[in-house]
């Protein structure tokens, strides 16, 4: 059985660096150092990220995804039969996104979340539709 331990998330972010300018052609390369895996948790983990920008599309066909802002703002845009939905987020509040929505992050002044992110997850930098 694993050992438990526990985490510090404040202490955790202070060993990611902030991704200034994200875009959704951002690598995975490039973008490496402003994500970390706090713990793995079922079929995915549980992440922190800090950076500003626009991410790609994304979704998660295998479970909801729970996201956390820890500080900064975002709008989290949900895609729900073909149109989006817009969700302002602040420092303290949490969203779950269903599984399979296609999502993204639009933080042009910066944010740091928490997540629990269920694995695969797919992505898109085109508009993606409902598929």
Known sequence: MPQSVAITIANEFSSIKPLKNRTPETTDEAAKDAFALLSEYRDGGVYIADYSGFSEWERHPQGDEFVQVIAGNTR???????REKAHSLSAGQILVIP?????RFESPDGVKVM???????????EFPGTT
């Open 76 to 82: 989290l845009i949900l895609l729900e039969n073909n």
């Open 99 to 103: 599984q399979g929505v296609w999502h």
């Open 115 to 125: 997540t629990i992110t269920p694995q695969p997850t797919e992505h898109s930098i």
